[in-house]
Nanobody, 120 residues
Framework: QVQLVESGGGLVQPGGSLRLSCAVT????????MGWYRQAPGKERELVAS???????NYPQFVTGRFAISRDNGKNTVYLQMNSLKPEDTAVYYC??????????????WGQGTQVTVSS
């Protein structure tokens, strides 16, 4: 049974930083893309950052230069370093992983979500 365990959310003042972690546990053959999404109240879930198996990263414009995604394949963990946080970054942040199964089929897995609140 694959589980994604997120940590690191919380309350931070504007301009502050947080680091999110997502540890993937269970029977894992290999993982391809890993990423972070967020969903604010009344809005759709949106991509915040993604990282491929070879380390290539992708960010939407609204976080470029402020957020950084990384992964530790030995620990099956993906991180999101968030700097210069703004009130509009307030949302529930979700970890997403594509796990490669038998015959190369990829399966989606999501974390339970961690709340990030940016407020003075």
């Amino acid at each position: 049974q694959v589980q994604l365990v997120e940590s690191g959310g919380g309350l931070v003042q504007p301009g502050g930083s947080l680091r999110l972690s997502c540890a993937v546990t269970g029977s894992i053959r290999s993982m391809s893309a890993m990423g972070w999404y967020r969903q604010a109240p009344g809005k759709e879930r949106e991509l915040v950052a993604s990282i491929s198996s070879n380390g290539s990263t992708n960010y939407p414009q609204f976080v470029t230069g402020r957020f950084a995604i990384s992964r530790d394949n030995g620990k099956n963990t993906v991180y999101l370093q968030m700097n210069s946080l703004k009130p509009e970054d307030t949302a529930v942040y979700y970890c997403h992983v594509l796990i490669v199964g038998v015959a190369g089929i990829e399966f989606d897995f999501w974390g339970q979500g961690t709340q990030v609140t940016v407020s003075s």
